[in-house]
Nanobody
Framework: QVKLVESGGGLVQPGGSLRLSCVAS????????VSWFRQAPGKERELVAA????????NVADSVKGRFTVTRENAKNTVYLQMNSLKPEDTAVYYC?????????WGQGTQVTVSA
């Protein structure tokens, strides 16, 4: 059974940090390009960060550059999103996406709330 499971979300104060994890099972995760997306209430889903299958190339959105970092451990079938200096505008449901054409999988999401 194919699964992507995100975890690590929660409530954090502005300026705080969280590390999200995305654990895959049921497919050859190490071959897949992985992205993190987020969706805030009333807004469209947006790309936050991405990482190539071998972890050699990463990219993050301008809105989180310098604060968020994406990494992966293929031996653990896991991708991480380290989020530092969190802001209220980072509040959203964060989703993990794994893609290798023509296959694509989504996780169920994890809520991140940044509030005092």
């Amino acid at each position: 059974q194919v699964k992507l499971v995100e975890s690590g979300g929660g409530l954090v104060q502005p300026g705080g940090s969280l590390r999200l994890s995305c654990v895959a099972s049921g497919f050859r995760f190490s071959n897949y390009f992985v992205s993190w997306f987020r969706q805030a209430p009333g807004k469209e889903r947006e790309l936050v960060a991405a990482i190539t299958s071998d972890g050699g190339v990463t990219n993050v959105a301008d809105s989180v550059k310098g604060r968020f970092t994406v990494t992966r451990e293929n031996a653990k079938n896991t991708v991480y999103l380290q989020m530092n200096s969190l802001k209220p505008e980072d509040t959203a449901v964060y989703y993990c996406n794994a893609k290798q054409w023509p296959m694509e999988y989504w996780g169920q999401g994890t809520q991140v709330t940044v509030s005092a």
